[in-house]
C-alpha cells in the first residue's frame, strides 16, 4: 500500500474496500507525529501502564515488544504500542528533561549541538530581556570561561579580545552597584590603562593610570586629612598620602595590616619611638616633627608600623647636626654636587679650586700639575681642545709614565694623593683607541709567523707568511663552486646544470626536463606480472572491451542470465533475504521470507476499546503467503461500542486483487447467551482486518459486540496472500 514521503502515512487506492480503516490508520499517525513531543527518551523497555497518545523515544538495545525500534518514536494507540521510524530533520519535545531535539539521520541529539552555529544574531539575552542599547544581556549568578583542551581541538589558552574603533574611543569594564557606576577599569578615552572610582557614578577619580608605551604606572592619589592622635590612624586613610595636622603627641599608626602610606606633617609634635608598633629609624629615639616633613611608611600582617624613610622639610638629616652646611664636603674637595664647571689650562690648573667633581679644561696651555686638595678629592676632567700633560714620577703620575696629547673630547679621571700630587687613574681617548699602542714584541705569547700576520700589508703578504699556496694547499675560487653553495635545495632535490647554470631540481622536474613522464610508463609490478602471462587472442578481446555491455556480449552472458546449479548446499543452514522485499513477478522465484510477532486487537465497528489480560500474535511470511496464529483474552469491555466485532492488526495487509477473499479459521469461548455455536471468518482483500462471523438459522452474520462477555476469548489461525 502506498505511503506519504514525509511522514509514511498510508494513501488510499482506487477502489479501495474499508476506506475508513485506512484513513484511521493514517489520522493515528499523524496525531502521533504532529507537534511531536514523548514523555522520555531513555527507556529500553516499554512503560507498565502507558496512557492513551502516550510517545517515547526508544533508548538503544530496546527489549520485549520494543525490540528492534532502537531510536523509533513508540506510541500506545488502540491498546498497542505502534512505531514510527523518524526521518532527518524531525524535531521532538522531551517533556521530563525540558529539552527540544532534532533527529539528524543516525541519532537524536540536543536541539543546541544539531544548530553548529548562530551567526549575524541582532539581540540576545539570557535570562533577561536584551534591548538596542544593550543588544547582549545576561542575567545570572554564575559564569564560567574554561580553555578547549588539546585533547578536544584546541590548545589549551583561553584569551577573551575586546576592541575599539580608535584611541579617543572607550574600551572599559563597569562596575556598578544598583545600575550607578563604582569602578571603570580599561582604555578610556585613550590606549593607556586606567582604573577609575566614584562614590555616586557621576564625579570619578582616577587610581592608577599604565603608559602605553612605556608600561609606568602612575598612582593618582589624592592626599587625605589625619587628625594627630595617641593612636593616629593613618591606614585607615582612603588614599596613599597621608597629611597629619594638629599637634599631639603620636605613639601608634593604627592597627591596619600590610599596608604603605605616604606620610607628610602639617606642624610640630612627637613621634614617639617603639620597638615592636612604631619602629622611628633614629636609632630608637623619639623625633620631633617640623611642618613641611615627610615619612615613608609600612606595616607588617600583624598591624606593626615601620618608618622606612624620613625626610625632614630643611633637607638637614634626621640625626645629627640640625642645619647641614655642604660647603664644608665641598672644601674637603671629596664631594660636589655641581653640574661640568669650565676652567682654563695652566702650567698649574687648580682642579682643587673648583667645586666640582666634573671639571672641563679649556685652552692649550701644557700642564704640569693640578694643584693642591686634601687626598680625597677626584675629579672627573674632560679637556675641551689640544694640549700637553707633562708627566712627574711625583706631582702628576700618568699611565704609561710618558706625557699624554689630548685632543677635544678626550676625559680622565684623576685623584688627589695630598701635597699637591695627582694621579690619573685613566684616560680614555675621543677616537675610542688605545692611549699607547703596543709594539709587536710586546705580544709575548706570540710567533714570528704570527707577528708577521698580524702586521701583513695585503692578502698575498698573508698567504705567504702563513705559507699557503693556492692549488696546493687551498682549491683556487671556482665561480661553479661558488654558484653551488649558494642554492637552497630541499630533501632529495637534485643537482642539474640547465640553460648554462647550476640550479637544483626536483626528481618530478628532472623527469619532465628528460622527457621520461610523458614518454615512459614507470614500473608497476601488477603490469610486469601481466605481460608475463601467455593469453589468448580470445582473452585479448576481452581485455580490449570498451565497456560492460561489449564485455557481457565477447564472453556470451546475457543482461537476464543467473547461475544454474543442480543442487544448494547452506554449510551454515541459513538464507538471509533483504529487510524489505524485492518483489519479483517470477513465478519460480522465491524473493522474501520473514518471521515475527503482532499484537492483535479487538475492534467495533461502533468504535471504543476494550482492555486485555492477553495479546498474542505469530506469523511467518514465505515469498507472498502470510502464515498466522494469534489470540485475544479481554479483561473487560470496557468503552467498545455496540457493532460488528473484528480482529485487527494484522503484520501485512491482504493482497488488493478482486475476488481475494481468504477465509480463516476462528473459534471464541467464553461468549454470551446469544452467541451462535458455528464461527468463521474471512480477510477481504487489501485488509490487515480479520471480520468475525457466526453462522446461525442457515445464514452468516458479523460477530456483534451484543454477542460478548468481558472475558471472552478468541483464537483465529489462517493464511492469506500479501
Known sequence: ?????????????????????????????????????????????????????????????????????????????????????????????????????????????DWGAALGALQNLALLGIGTTTDATNPFSAKLNKALWTAKTAAEGGDGDLRSTMNKETASDVLSLLLQTGFSGRAEIGLIGDDNLSFKVSADGSTWNIGLVADKTTGGVRFLANEADVASASTCDVGAAAGLKVRITGTTTITSLGSVANAIKAVRFAGALTLTHNATSLILPNGGSNITTAAGDAMLAASDSSGNWRVLLYQKANGAALSGSATPNLSDI??????????????????????????????????????????????????????????????????????????IATVAGDCGLFKSEGSGNWRCLWLAKASGKALIGPASTDISDSTTTGRSVLTAANAAAVRTAAGVVIGTDV???????????GLSPSNDDVLQRKAGAWTNRTIAQLLSDLGIAANYQPLDSDLT???????????????????????????????????????????????????????????????????????????????????????????????????????????????????????????????????????????????????????NANINNGNST?????????????????????TSVFNVAGTYGA
Not at 351 to 368: D, E, K, P, Q, Y
Not at 378 to 400: E, M
Not at 475 to 485: N, S, V
Not at 690 to 710: D, E, I, K, P, R
Open 1 to 109: 500500500m502506498p505511503n506519504t514521503v514525509s511522514l509514511g502515512l498510508p494513501l488510499l487506492v482506487a477502489e479501495q474496500a474499508q476506506k475508513h480503516v485506512t484513513h484511521n490508520e493514517a489520522l493515528r499517525a499523524l496525531d502521533a507525529l504532529a507537534q511531536l513531543a514523548v514523555k522520555d527518551r531513555d527507556l529500553a523497555a516499554p512503560p507498565g501502564s502507558p496512557a492513551e497518545g502516550d510517545r517515547y523515544i526508544v533508548a538503544a538495545s530496546p527489549t520485549g515488544i520494543w525490540a528492534g525500534h532502537a531510536a523509533d518514536v513508540a506510541v500506545w494507540q488502540d491498546g498497542a504500542w505502534d512505531f514510527h521510524t523518524p526521518r532527518e530533520g524531525w524535531r521532538c519535545w522531551v517533556e521530563d528533561e525540558n529539552v527540544f531535539l532534532i533527529f539528524n539521520g543516525s541519532a537524536w541529539v
Open 330 to 403: 665641598v672644601a674637603s674637595g671629596a664631594l660636589a654636587l655641581v653640574d661640568w664647571t669650565d676652567i682654563a689650562s695652566a702650567v698649574t690648573t687648580d682642579l682643587g679650586s673648583i667645586a666640582s667633581n666634573f671639571v672641563r679644561v679649556t685652552g692649550t696651555t701644557t700642564i704640569t700639575g693640578l694643584g693642591t686638595v686634601a687626598a680625597t678629592a677626584w675629579r672627573f676632567v674632560r679637556f675641551a681642545g689640544a694640549l700637553t700633560l707633562t708627566h712627574n714620577a711625583a706631582s702628576l703620575i700618568l699611565p704609561g709614565a710618558a706625557n
Open 475 to 485: 682549491e683556487a675560487h671556482d665561480a661553479d663552486l661558488t654558484t653551488i653553495a
Open 529 to 679: 606480472s601481466i605481460a608475463a602471462l601467455s593469453t589468448t587472442s580470445f582473452g585479448r578481446g576481452l581485455l580490449a572491451s570498451t565497456s560492460a555491455a561489449a564485455l557481457a556480449t565477447s564472453a556470451g552472458v546475457g543482461t537476464g542470465d543467473s547461475p544454474t546449479m543442480t543442487a544448494l548446499t547452506l554449510s551454515n543452514g541459513q538464507i538471509v533475504f533483504p529487510a524489505s522485499q524485492v518483489a519479483s513477478a517470477g513465478a519460480n522465484t522465491l524473493d522474501d521470507y520473514e518471521e515475527g510477532t503482532f499484537t492483535p486487537t479487538l475492534t467495533s465497528s461502533g468504535g471504543g476499546t476494550p482492555t486485555y489480560s492477553q495479546q498474542t500474535g505469530f506469523y511467518t511470511k514465505v515469498g507472498n503467503r502470510v502464515c498466522y496464529e494469534a489470540r485475544v483474552v479481554l479483561s473487560n469491555l470496557s468503552t467498545l461500542a455496540a457493532g460488528s466485532a473484528n480482529l485487527a492488526g494484522l503484520p501485512f495487509a491482504a493482497e488488493s486483487s478482486a475476488n481475494r477473499i481468504a477465509a480463516q479459521a476462528f473459534n471464541a469461548n467464553n461468549m454470551g447467551a446469544t452467541a451462535a455455536t458455528m464461527t
Open 690 to 710: 480479520v471480520n468475525l462471523n457466526v453462522f446461525a438459522a442457515g445464514a452468516n452474520s458479523n460477530l456483534t459486540v451484543a454477542m460478548l462477555t468481558n
